[in-house]
DNA sequence: CAATCTGATTGCAATTTGCAATCAGTTGCA
DNA sequence: TGCAACTGATTGCAAATTGCAATCAGATTG
């Protein structure tokens, strides 16, 4: 994982900033998961990343830029990891992401609704969610008022999952 | 360069298609670079792609769906490489990426400006640029009259080169 | 004080990468 | 006809990368 500066294409550099395995899929997991912690992001991806990769791409994401590592001051030893605004500005290309993926692979119900009402809300919704972002991460704008676009999301995956367990008769595994 | 299925998640499985160091420059060279055949490929991109790896991409791609490959009628042994609905619908993730990178990455001025002409054109000119490309690959869609946008890409790039040369004062490598 | 949790690091085997060389069939040209 | 150049690949192989398992030291909790 070197940064090779194969050509200036944009295209090339971006695909050297993200065109691994397991880059995007921990900004995801910031972004629409609210993860924070080096734990929280290790046990929580269903993916399943190996610790000494997830610490690998997390120094490479600081390196180029995209996240920030503060300490925690409730517990001297975790590292709170946040969004830089080049990393909050990569929303739309993730809710293209996941509109052109849910229309040509094979997505599961749960896990793509949050990206079909992504997709529904449209460049608004994703203003008004990296706005939520940008607030959370850096600091900056002003707190989100009334119902977040994060949680909008996350009441839609609980209600995918709902129906899925009525419709399978089982309850979820915890 | 296997196929997981780590997860349902459509970020992940669109990762799972390019989220590899060249399956998208390869695609990026096919849609914008206008290239068909093998050795096109293999020469055209200037990141210097190894036969091996071009030869493991393109037959991956057309697994998965996204090439297609017949044979020239002017050349017995020529491939031809054809972009399917799949491949084509790439087309505004990819200008959401070169914008990205126009805004964050150290992009050199001549490769970037097509990025720049496909932003300022927007969804409209993203829609136009795509019909084109089902006429070139797909034969549906009427033929495109008058200016293509391939064509405006590229007067672009090549009005960019002989800015640059002008500046620097130097005929460009041939 | 012991168990547990924190963000990592290390060893190591398997896999992937990509350079160099090579291949057999096709075409162009003298 | 003969031969070089070109076509889309394939193979060998060394180097780099990946990722599982085990482990680490310091901080917190009970």
Redesign the pocket.
Known sequence: ??IDRRSGCPINLSLEVFG???SLIILRDIIFGGRR???ELLNGSME?I????L?DR??RLMELGMLT?TGDPS?????IYSLTEMAITLVPILAHLGAWGRVWLPVSDELSIRAELLEKGGPPMWEQFMNELRYEHLGTSPAPTGATVRAILQAGYEAAVARNVERVGCDPAP
Chains 1, 2 share one sequence.
């Open positions: 994982m070197n691994d395995r397991w912690h080096f734990r399943g190996a610790s000494n990769i610490a997390l120094k590592k517990h001297k030893q975790k590292a």
